[in-house]
């Protein structure tokens, strides 16, 4: 559906975004995170036409966006950080964006206001962040994109909201509609996202499905024995032990689990647990490592 | 609703209120000079007052002909409400444009399927739109008044050439939107730009008028609206706009949304701020030098004249008939005075007027609630805008004194002394003290309520402009500050009303300083 094909972007010396590629599917959510700075907004803008990319291409439906102007009407966006009209109402931003997407459906139109339970009779100066997000994000959901792209969709929301929120991406998902989801939230992107994207310093470093990002990660293990394990906590596969009321924590990386429980088989363990690794220890580690 | 539809309602108010007021009050002159100026003798009488090179740096040269009164009004309104018209299609076209851009609005526009060519061409249009509607009310209106000589071509030429030049700002506002990365620095310039030329005209206007073709206001003198021979000609360097047009349009496909063409990257030098004083300086610093050092320049170019005032007033029989044997030069000094103290009033209010945008961005709670000790609480900030702005204005205010007064230094025979200008400083900054009370005062009540006294300010303007060309009724003139203090150089300095004037004035500051700790901060 959205391909990016090596996409750069410079801005004099400054390399904001360095070869970036990955695409998008039909009826999938797709995962865009890192530190701040990394070059997530930089990569959106250039999708959505803002910027022009100083190398590479992208390419919607298969053609490229440069020859095939109109690809934009197929896309829905929500700015990360919401700007409106302050003497225009909540209603007149939305009817002003469905005028502009050709998309007529009022009934739908009444349903998400009510699902997000916006007032639309107040001037947008007077509304909060929260509320300004809302209107965009009921506009994006009022069209007929097949591209969804969502910037840091959720910050200003309350948790009902946020709910709220995740129903209509679900529901976009079943209507094989594709989605962008960028957000430091990654509690959200990981609950939603089917694939997920870390950039940082401008270059992707790792993409792939939850699964094959854990693969790529440390384990973490609880223990708890009596018997000494100080021989344990010095192997070279031992990373970051700790001890507390839950016992002993270890983190191990993928590749040396088979070692490690090996070595396990000495001792006597009254409980052993593990965690799958959340996408914040993958994300950590990743930013702690660019330290 | 299409973009221009969108971009249109959002400054619906704004444009109705400005227009409003400048279409107002072109339309009301006419009339008031009719009735003043009944007589051919009365208004020859004022062509003669006007006939002198002060007069001329103000409103241009005088028109060929009769000076009826279609032709004192166009001759005399015309430059002033150029600029207003100026500053008015400025303020409209930065906010849809470079500052649209600065919160991601056009960004936004653009990913509705909206294209680069709708966005700037909307954004062109509606500034066509708003000063064809300018003409429009003008021409309706001037027809529509009851004064001999006010002919349709006479009015015709008057609004086309205020909405011409109206469209110019508008267009070359847009155009430098797209060559730099700020609103402000966008607004600044095209500001300068906007005075800069009238400054330029008053210049060469005095000099040479052949000098004073470069600028727009002088094509406006030119047309000479109701004059026997008007000209349409001079209507027609006014077709830069389509230049204007065109440079926008290029400009803004060509290039990455948010991005200027000259993009400024200097890195700023860590600085020790530690008191809301220095912090306050610090954003006010590039906004009190800049009408600092620009009030130093139009007092040099107000004393360069003094000269010639002398000259001509003192050949002049009738016009030192007209003065009943008070000095002619004198009189104008003293409106000089103290026109140059209400434009010093300017960066004063805008530095008080800071306050309420700390109020607003929230600013001003966070400091408060983040200082131990209450150490930068409301008074604190209150009273240090208050104290900045008076010394902006002040400083402001001596800067053009000193101009005026170097400039004319080596004009003999005039009978201004360094005393004449000192008294003028402390008795005109008794009028500034006073109008940064009703500032502090309004700020006090309510925040909304500031905008007040710019109104405030422009009627002051516009009574003493007036007031310094027709008889106006003394009840509009007691509204104003200056009207209790003695006009210095031409009367002696009078203490006790500077002192009263002051006082009223710290006084308002000090109710206001009462009222913002009851009200709730917006």
């Not at chain 1, 992208?58 to 009407?73: Q, S």
């Not at chain 2, 005095?206 to 047309?223: A, G, M, Q």
């Amino acid at each position: 559906m959205l391909e990016l094909v090596n996409l750069s972007k410079h801005f004099g010396k400054v390399k904001a975004v360095k070869d970036v590629s990955f695409t998008l599917y039909p009826g999938e959510v797709f995962g865009f995170i890192g530190p701040n700075g990394a070059g997530k907004s930089t990569t959106i803008r250039m999708i959505i036409g803002a910027l022009e990319p100083t190398k590479g291409d992208i390419l919607f439906n298969d053609k490229n966006i440069k020859e095939n102007k109109n690809y934009i009407e197929k896309i829905a966006y929500v700015p990360g950080d919401v700007n409106l009209w302050g003497n225009l109402t909540g209603g007149e931003v939305i009817d002003f964006m469905m005028a502009a997407k050709g998309y007529h459906n009022d009934d739908r139109k009444a349903a998400l206001i009510e699902r997000f339970r916006l007032d639309i009779h107040k001037k947008c100066k007077t509304y909060s962040k929260g509320n300004k997000q809302k209107v965009a994000l009921i506009s994006a959901f009022l069209s007929d994109a097949d591209v969804f792209i969502f910037d840091e969709p959720t910050t200003g929301l309350d948790p009902l909201m946020e709910r709220v929120f995740h129903e209509e991406i679900i529901n976009l998902k079943n209507n094989n509609k594709t989605v962008l989801l960028s957000s430091h939230i990654l509690s959200e992107v990981e609950k939603l996202a089917d694939r997920i994207a870390i950039i940082r310093d401008g270059k992707i470093i790792e993409a792939g499905t939850m699964n094959d990002l854990r693969h790529i990660t440390r384990v973490e293990y609880i223990i708890e024995t009596d018997d000494n394990i100080d021989a344990l906590k010095h192997q070279k596969f031992i990373h970051d032990f700790s001890s507390d009321s839950d016992g002993y924590h270890m983190f191990i990386d993928n590749n040396d689990i088979p070692q490690f429980l090996r070595y396990l088989k000495i001792y006597n363990l009254k409980s052993l647990k593990t965690t799958p690794p959340k996408l914040e220890d993958i994300f950590m580690r990743y930013y702690e490592d660019a330290k | 609703m299409t973009y221009f539809r969108l971009i249109g309602r959002n400054v619906r108010f704004q444009v109705f209120l400005w227009l409003l007021i400048l279409c107002g009050i072109s339309l009301s002159i006419p009339s008031v000079f009719n009735t003043l100026y009944g007589t051919e003798e009365e208004r020859l009488g004022m062509k003669m007052t006007v006939d002198n090179p002060a007069m001329v740096a103000l409103i241009g040269p005088i028109p060929e002909g009769d000076y009826t009164s279609p032709v004192m009004f166009a001759h005399q309104m015309l430059l002033i409400m150029a600029i207003f018209h100026g500053l008015f299609n400025i303020l409209i076209a930065n906010g849809i444009g470079r500052k649209a851009e600065e919160e991601g609005l056009t960004e936004y526009i653009l990913t509705t399927g909206t294209k680069k060519s709708t966005i700037i061409s909307s954004q062109i249009m509606l500034g066509i739109i708003i000063n064809i509607l300018v003409c429009f009310i003008l021409v309706v209106g001037l027809q529509l008044i009851n004064v001999e000589g006010l002919s349709l071509p006479g009015n015709l030429y008057y609004a086309l050439g205020l909405s011409l030049f109206g469209l110019s700002f508008f267009v070359l506002t847009l155009s430098f939107g797209q060559l730099f990365q700020s609103a402000d620095l966008t607004f600044g310039l095209t500001l300068t730009v906007l005075l800069a030329l009238y400054l330029y005209r008053a210049m060469t206007d005095v000099v040479d008028t052949r000098f004073s073709v470069i600028s727009p206001y002088h094509w406006l003198s030119r047309i000479e609206a109701y004059g026997i021979e008007s000209s349409g000609l001079w209507l027609m360097p006014f077709s830069i706009v389509i230049l204007l047009v065109a440079l926008s349009y290029v400009l803004f496909y060509k290039r990455d949304l948010g991005s200027g063409y000259f993009n400024i990257d200097k890195k700023p030098k860590e600085r020790k701020i530690s008191s809301y004083f220095r912090l306050a300086f610090i954003n006010s610093k590039v906004l009190m030098m800049s009408w600092i050092v620009g009030l130093f320049i139009v007092g040099l170019s107000y004393g360069s004249i003094f000269g010639d005032l002398d000259q001509v007033i003192g050949q002049n029989d009738m016009l030192k008939a007209a003065f009943e044997g008070q000095d002619g030069t004198m009189f104008f000094i003293n409106l000089l005075f103290i026109i140059s103290a209400l434009i010093a009033t300017v960066p004063a209010l805008m530095v008080n007027g800071r306050f309420l945008i700390e109020e607003k961005s929230g600013r001003l709670e966070m400091m408060n609630a983040a200082t131990l000790n209450n150490r930068i609480s409301l008074t604190t900030a209150y009273l240090i805008h208050w104290f900045y702005a008076n010394l902006v204005g002040i400083l402001s205010y001596l800067l053009t004194l000193v101009g005026m007064y170097l400039a004319s230094i080596n004009v003999t025979g005039l009978e201004l002394t360094e005393v004449d200008y000192i008294k003028g400083l402390i008795n005109y900054s008794a009028a500034m003290v006073f109008i940064i009370g009703v500032s502090s005062l309004l700020i006090g009540i309510y925040a909304r309520l500031h905008i007040f006294v710019w109104i405030y300010l422009a009627y002051i303007f516009l009574v003493n402009y007036l007031g310094s060309l027709i008889d106006l009724n003394e009840n509009f003139l007691k509204l104003s500050p200056f009207y209790y203090l003695s006009d210095v150089p031409i009367e002696g300095l009078d203490e006790l009303a500077v002192v009263i004037v002051t006082s009223l004035g710290i006084v308002m500051m000090l109710i206001g300083l009462i009222c913002i700790r009851k009200r709730n901060l917006l």
